[in-house]
């Protein structure tokens, strides 16, 4: 066994180069590089076959592992990739970098790639009290949403609203704190797109005391009922899965766990919302097609998506604070 390596020679280069010229054959020309590590993860196949055979990840394509079809299957566009690689550029040592800098890439293309939709993550239900004194014997109202709201010449999708609709339970308090800007007791909210300032009234609880249905008062937003908020919803939605992944590992280096790198695995790397509801227009939407999920993140339709329960996976945070 050699020991002590510094240096490579490449001495047979010249005489295997001549070779080919000798016989006008076409020189094949070698590019060696150093791998790509990142923290927080491991892309040895050895390690990566061992977390596939011990359950730890369900296959290769899990999208909490940095392979490429694991990569795809979470939602990042190969533009992004590309834009990564062109930026760190290629060595022949070994690199080792955070995976922000990889995500940082996949933000500001979805950013402007990946049209907005509205889903609720943990739903709880809102009734207008008031609907028939709004929109009389209409069942629903049909509102012309932007796909992408920043940008004048946007596209646009139909949005229904309804007497019943769902807003995040973590956007209702009914022992409101200071600076808390959502909907309490107290305070109303606007909500996105409807044009409508919701009042809370009535709370109608369950056998432990949870919030099961907001009772509302709504009114037209003007000049002088401005809320301090506005906030998400979804009415007549579908159902949604959502996979929430966070790092595979707890350790910044998993290889340097004292008890090795499936020690440092971390049990929470993957939590399944499994009671979202989703806005109707995400239906039919082809595997792998990606959306900024507004107030939550980005998100990828998986390749386990059905047409009427849509799962999708984590991408990234868009960042965006919830107040």
């Known amino acids: 066994m050699l020991v002590h390596v510094t240096h490579v020679l490449y001495f047979r280069r010249s005489s295997y180069y001549w070779l080919c010229n000798a016989l006008d054959i076409y020189c094949p020309v070698q590019w060696e590089y150093g791998r790509l590590n990142f923290n927080y993860t491991v892309v040895s196949k050895r390690k990566i076959l061992k977390l596939v055979s011990s359950g730890i990840v369900a296959d290769w394509d899990d999208p909490r592992l940095f392979t490429l079809t694991a990569l795809r299957r979470r939602g990042f566009p190969p533009e992004a990739i590309n834009r990564f690689c062109e930026l760190i550029g290629v060595t022949m040592s070994q690199t080792v970098l955070d995976p922000s800098a990889l995500e940082a890439c996949v933000r500001d293309y979805l950013n402007k790639h990946a049209p907005r939709r509205m889903c609720v993550e943990d739903p709880v239900k809102v009734t207008i009290k008031n609907w028939t004194e709004l929109y009389g014997d209409k069942e629903f109202v049909e509102l012309t949403v932007p796909d992408f709201p920043a940008d004048e010449n946007s596209t646009t999708r139909t949005v229904v609203l309804s007497k019943e609709l769902y807003i995040e339970r ?128 980005f998100f990828t339709v998986d390749q386990d998506s059905e047409p009427d329960h849509v799962r999708v996976n984590f991408t990234h945070l868009n960042l965006i604070i919830r107040w």
């Open 170 to 297: 973590s956007d209702f308090l009914r022992d409101p704190v200071p600076g808390f800007r959502r909907l309490t007791p107290t305070q109303p909210v606007g909500i996105r797109y409807g044009g409508l300032v919701l009042r809370c009234g009535d709370l109608h609880v369950d056998a432990e005391n949870n919030v099961r249905e907001i009772m509302v008062e709504a009114e037209p937003i003007s000049t002088t009922n401005k809320p301090k908020a506005f906030i998400h919803w979804v009415s007549n939605p579908l159902k949604c899965e959502l996979r929430l992944y966070d790092r595979l590992f707890n350790e910044k280096n998993p290889e340097d766990c004292p008890g090795g790198f499936m020690a440092a695995v971390n049990p929470k790397s993957l939590v399944v919302a499994d009671e979202a509801l989703i806005e109707r227009s995400v239906k039919g939407s082809n595997t792998y097609s990606r959306f900024q999920f507004e107030r939550i993140g």
